[in-house]
């Protein structure tokens, strides 16, 4: 019996794929999407849309709408597995996987798989964020929390999120440490650091750059509290685990 994916089939598709100037998108291309959505990162999904629609996908059938379907079950494999290892629920994730497929298995045209391939990555990400929530019980630490996620660039001060909140700034705080096991200066300074190292590792922004965006006072105030969290200096970080080849050449 002939082998499959001999050798020489492997070295003619590559050598076809230069003449056309074509390519399969980069492992850390694909890996990306996942990665963001196993932390519950909302970008996960305009990331997924943009590489489906990207064209870097290897050739699996002749006939367009099942060629859709092939990637859509390797995808979902993938987001699966994924959510899995951040903590979802192993049942729960593989019954949603089935119900998906099931589904993709009546598309009748190509744009009801990728809009299809969009509700399974928004639903995934959306469980991780709701994974990765801290247990809190009071509305107010709930709206703080919501407040530092969407307001990382913007300098964040207790009597801000007081006002936010329509709480005595003090309260807040005895709340939000009662609750959290963490004060709020701590809270903020976490999810800052965990914002710069998805910008070293999946972005080209500078550090000045990044410190300017995540509201630091300097670069260098940037670089001495990224050092004490993580271990690293933002270079070190960005040479040991930056995804290279995401971006085109």
Known sequence: MEQVASEAKLRYLDFIARE??????????EM????????????????SAQLWDSGLYGHLS???LRDAKYRFVTSITLATRFAIEGGMDE???????DLYI??????DNVNAVRRIHTDMMTFFTWAMADLHKEPVTSKAVA???????????????VPILAKHVHLNPTYLSELFK???????SRYVTGKRVEAAQNMLKY???????IAQILAYRSQSHFSKVFKKETGYTPGEYRRRFAQTGIWPE
Do not use: W
Request: glycine share 4%; aromatic share 10%.
């Open 102 to 107: 099931q589904d993709v298995d009546t598309c």
């Open 62 to 64: 002749n006939d367009p």
């Open 20 to 29: 056309d100037r074509i390519r399969h998108h980069r492992y850390v291309e």
């Open 178 to 184: 009662r609750e959290t096991g963490e004060t709020i």
């Open 32 to 47: 990306k999407q996942y990665d963001l959505m196993r932390s519950g990162d909302m970008s996960a999904i305009r990331e």
């Open 91 to 97: 049942e729960d994730a593989y019954n949603a996987s």
């Open 203 to 209: 972005s080209e922004y500078g550090f000045a750059e």
């Open 143 to 157: 709206e703080s929390m919501d407040y530092i996620h969407y307001h990382l660039h913007e300098r964040i001060t």
